[in-house]
């Protein structure tokens, strides 16, 4: 399903092989988080989605996982920056800002993705769903 709709929309989409269930429960167990349906359908199909020049458009689960734990402890050096670990973050738009779901005590709260602007720490719907995103995405219908 997701691999036919992203090469639906872009022939540039390369995809890694399927995450196994061994990465799939690595996400949870080390952060403490159950990937949002959507997110873990388009994990047990390719781990990772990347497009021109192997930027990635979604994370591998290896990614994910390095790239919260980081962002989440970041507000521990920037005091400038609000805590982050309301997100689950598995995309960046190459800029420093982040994608992601908002969460609240370690449950996704609903399928709107959301930017995390790294300059000015503001946090914003760009999204009603992973679909959305990924499409407006790739189309440039959707910007940062």
């Known amino acids: 399903m997701w691999k036919d709709y992203l090469s639906s929309i872009s022939k540039e989409c390369l995809f890694k092989a399927p995450a196994t269930e061994t990465e799939i429960l690595s996400v949870k167990r ?7 349906k959507r997110l873990a359908e388009l994990y047990s199909e390719t781990n990772g989605v990347y497009g021109n020049y192997g930027i990635s458009l979604i994370w591998s689960t290896e990614q994910m996982i390095k790239e919260n734990k980081f962002f989440w402890s970041l507000h521990e050096y920037r005091d400038f920056i609000k805590p982050l670990d309301t997100f689950l973050f598995f995309s960046d738009a190459g800029n420093g800002d982040l994608f992601g779901y908002l969460m609240e005590n370690g449950t996704i709260q609903n399928e709107n ?3 995390w602007n790294h300059e000015d ?5 760009i999204a009603s769903s992973l679909k959305d995103f990924i499409k407006g995405w790739i189309n440039g219908e959707i910007s940062v």
């Open 30 to 36: 080390e952060l403490n988080i159950d990937l949002p």
């Open 121 to 125: 720490d503001s946090r914003r719907i």
């Open 113 to 115: 993705i959301y930017v």
